[in-house]
């Protein structure tokens, strides 16, 4: 149990100079205190807003139910200058307390514990959850690290407070959590602000994705641990199943056991348009950033999502994977190359794949070129159409998950050997798809790199000042850099390396429309005149 610190009473001024002026400021260690003397009581408090800084002794005091109460002028925040509770606005008022002897006033300035301030930090962080206050987030994790914490404990509490609110499990704020903790890890040295982005960021998502949603509570029990039977309760959507083996996983062998039956059930069939595959490596990332105490919620959200995962294999784009699985012998000889798949749909990208099924390394390499080659050759106005029906709306981002799913490919088949034939089928039924959205003829020498490990030091810092207000966007402009960075790193002179880095720096320099006002209304009066 922590002990109370030693109070540390400084005498402030005489009582007859601020009973003439009715307030005044004093200094002392560093602090800016406001005293107020009002109705023969002495006050102290923090003369900084905690919202915003502005100057407590310029605000207005005035008696509310009792208590005395002080307004900051700037943005209308009121406390109570007897507890400092937030009677209108966010964070509290640090309140000193005072005393008057021998004519003198005195104020006690010792911090409270450490670790007082840290919990104190975090709830008020969790608080901040309720309305999505993003500033209200960064005050409180820069309190927290002041404190001495470790500002990945804002992380990990963020998880435990929201995994049970996704609705269908992992979101891409789980996703996009581990490469801003990489991004943090690099360049937090820099300065302070550098350091604080990333978890004020990974936090502020997850809040979002949580935000004004109830609680979807995970079904209770622990089942004795069976990979097989994991996989078998999540093909057949038992969820509590499911839930129960991820809970005697984590109890049991522990929750790195987890990592195969999961990615054999994410590649099972093409699913969630590759989420699931990458949901599987970034979960796994996080959890070895953070430690083992959120491996039971971040693979509790994992199976849920696995469970609800949608089947595109079953749709008509996509429904001969599942032939193409079954024939796959991993026989085929045929050299294969990226130009192969660039303009082939999904069925003939699949047999195409097949001829060249003896030889997985060339095989990713030709699909890994072809998807990155489609993104450099995207045609923007896709993007922008409002012509075509539901299945053409395409944008940036399906172009993207072509690298990030096979960056997820190479990490988690490196380590189950046996799902490379699902996976590479899988990368098939990508640039099958994104065949049909791209303009071969347009000019692409202006998005050429030099030096791919230039651009991305160069590149990557930027994102700590990125402007954009969606976080499925912004964790896409952060997910796709470090996949790409990842690979070129691992093979620097693998085919794929040039188009791979133009296509990173073309994204990087477009625009990516998210509202759709034109085309939302014609599809859906399209749709509605099809209801007949």
Same mark, same amino acid.
């Given at each position: 149990?922590?002990?109370?610190?030693?109070?540390?009473?400084?005498?402030?001024?005489?009582?007859?100079?601020?009973?003439?002026?009715?307030?005044?400021?004093?200094?002392?260690?560093?602090?800016?205190?406001?005293?107020?003397?009002?109705?023969?009581?002495?006050?102290?408090?923090?003369?900084?807003?905690?919202?915003?800084?502005?100057?407590?002794?310029?605000?207005?005091?005035?008696?509310?139910?009792?208590?005395?109460?002080?307004?900051?002028?700037?943005?209308?925040w009121?406390?109570?200058?007897?507890?400092?509770?937030?009677?209108?606005?966010?964070?509290?008022?640090?309140?000193?307390?005072?005393?008057?002897?021998?004519?003198?006033v005195?104020?006690?300035?010792?911090d409270?514990?450490?670790?007082?301030?840290i919990?104190?930090?975090?709830?008020?962080?969790?608080?901040?959850?309720?309305?999505?206050?993003?500033?209200?987030?960064a005050?409180?994790?820069?309190?927290?690290?002041?404190?001495?914490?470790?500002?990945?404990?804002?992380?990990?509490?963020?998880?435990?407070?929201?995994?049970?609110?996704?609705?269908?499990?992992?979101?891409?704020?789980?996703?996009?959590?581990?490469?801003?903790?990489?991004?943090?890890?690099?360049?937090?040295?820099?300065?302070?602000?550098?350091?604080?982005?990333?978890?004020?960021?990974?936090?502020?998502?997850?809040?979002?994705?949580?935000?004004?949603?109830?609680?979807?509570?995970?079904?209770?029990?622990?089942?004795?641990?069976?990979?097989?039977?994991?996989?078998?309760?999540?093909?057949?959507?038992? &969820?509590?199943? =499911?839930?129960?083996?991820? $809970?005697? @996983?984590v109890? #049991?062998? +522990?929750?790195?056991?987890?990592? %195969?039956?999961?990615?054999?059930?994410?590649?099972?069939?093409?699913?969630?348009?590759?989420?699931?595959?990458?949901?599987?490596?970034?979960?796994?990332?996080?959890?070895?950033?953070?430690?083992?105490?959120?491996?039971?919620p971040?693979?509790?959200?994992?199976?849920?999502?696995?469970?609800?995962?949608?089947?595109?294999?079953?749709?008509? &784009?996509?429904? =001969?994977?599942?032939?193409? $699985?079954? @024939?796959?012998? #991993?026989? +085929?000889?045929?050299?294969?190359? %990226?130009?192969?798949?660039?303009?082939l749909?999904?069925?003939?990208?699949?047999?195409?794949?097949h001829?060249?099924?003896?030889?997985?390394?060339?095989?990713?390499?030709?699909?890994?070129?072809?998807?990155?080659?489609?993104?450099?050759?995207?045609?923007?106005?896709?993007?922008?159409?409002?012509?075509?029906?539901?299945?053409?709306?395409?944008?940036?981002?399906?172009?993207?998950?072509?690298?990030?799913?096979?960056?997820?490919?190479?990490?988690?088949?490196?380590?189950?050997?046996?799902?490379?034939?699902?996976?590479?089928?899988?990368?098939?039924?990508?640039?099958?798809?994104?065949?049909?959205?791209?303009?071969?003829?347009?000019?692409?020498?202006?998005?050429?790199?030099?030096?791919?490990?230039?651009?991305?030091?160069?590149?990557?810092?930027?994102?700590?000042?990125?402007?954009?207000?969606?976080?499925?966007?912004?964790?896409?402009m952060?997910?796709?850099?470090?996949?790409?960075?990842?690979?070129?790193r691992?093979?620097?002179?693998?085919?794929?390396?040039?188009?791979?880095?133009?296509?990173?720096?073309?994204?990087?320099?477009?625009?990516?429309?998210?509202?759709?006002?034109?085309?939302?209304?014609?599809?859906?009066?399209?749709?509605?005149?099809?209801?007949?």
């Amino acid at each position: 149990m922590t002990q109370n610190p030693e109070p540390h009473w400084v005498e402030a001024m005489p009582l007859a100079a601020l009973d003439a002026a009715g307030r005044k400021i004093f200094k002392a260690d560093g602090k800016q205190i406001a005293l107020f003397h009002i109705d023969g009581t002495v006050h102290a408090c923090n003369n900084r807003c905690p919202h915003e800084g502005y100057p407590l002794i310029e605000g207005t005091v005035d008696r509310a139910d009792g208590a005395c109460r002080l307004t900051c002028n700037w943005h209308n925040w009121k406390f109570d200058l007897g507890s400092g509770a937030n009677q209108v606005g966010g964070d509290r008022l640090r309140i000193y307390p005072t005393r008057v002897r021998d004519g003198a006033v005195y104020v006690d300035i010792a911090d409270p514990p450490a670790d007082e301030r840290i919990e104190t930090a975090l709830g008020n962080l969790r608080e901040s959850f309720r309305d999505h206050n993003y500033t209200r987030m960064a005050r409180e994790i820069a309190r927290l690290k002041a404190a001495g914490g470790d500002p990945l404990e804002a992380v990990r509490r963020a998880v435990l407070w929201t995994h049970d609110r996704f609705e269908w499990g992992t979101t891409h704020a789980i996703a996009a959590a581990p490469d801003w903790l990489e991004l943090g890890e690099e360049h937090g040295g820099q300065d302070e602000a550098s350091a604080l982005i990333p978890v004020v960021e990974v936090v502020a998502h997850l809040a979002w994705d949580s935000l004004r949603w109830e609680q979807f509570p995970f079904a209770e029990g622990v089942s004795e641990f069976d990979a097989d039977r994991l996989v078998e309760a999540i093909e057949a959507e038992d &969820e509590a199943e =499911a839930l129960a083996q991820v $809970r005697g @996983a984590v109890a #049991g062998p +522990g929750w790195r056991d987890l990592d %195969a039956p999961l990615t054999r059930a994410a590649l099972a069939h093409y699913q969630d348009f590759g989420h699931s595959l990458i949901y599987c490596y970034k979960t796994r990332q996080l959890v070895e950033r953070l430690g083992d105490g959120v491996a039971e919620p971040l693979y509790l959200a994992l199976a849920r999502s696995l469970v609800n995962a949608s089947r595109e294999d079953l749709i008509p &784009e996509f429904r =001969a994977y599942g032939p193409a $699985r079954a @024939a796959w012998d #991993g026989a +085929g000889g045929d050299p294969v190359s %990226a130009e192969d798949f660039h303009a082939l749909n999904v069925p003939r990208a699949l047999e195409r794949a097949h001829r060249s099924s003896g030889d997985r390394t060339a095989l990713f390499d030709a699909l890994f070129a072809a998807a990155a080659w489609q993104m450099l050759h995207f045609d923007t106005e896709w993007g922008t159409r409002h012509d075509r029906p539901v299945p053409d709306n395409i944008n940036w981002l399906d172009f993207t998950h072509g690298i990030t799913f096979a960056n997820a490919v190479r990490a988690q088949c490196a380590r189950h050997e046996d799902l490379w034939p699902d996976a590479l089928l899988q990368m098939a039924c990508f640039t099958g798809r994104n065949a049909a959205y791209v303009d071969a003829q347009q000019d692409s020498g202006k998005w050429r790199v030099e030096d791919p490990e230039a651009f991305f030091e160069d590149l990557l810092p930027g994102l700590f000042d990125h402007a954009e207000p969606e976080y499925i966007v912004s964790a896409h402009m952060v997910k796709l850099p470090v996949a790409a960075r990842e690979e070129i790193r691992l093979r620097p002179g693998a085919p794929w390396v040039p188009v791979l880095a133009a296509a990173v720096n073309r994204f990087f320099h477009s625009k990516i429309k998210r509202k759709h006002v034109m085309r939302t209304a014609k599809q859906s009066l399209a749709f509605v005149a099809a209801e007949g």
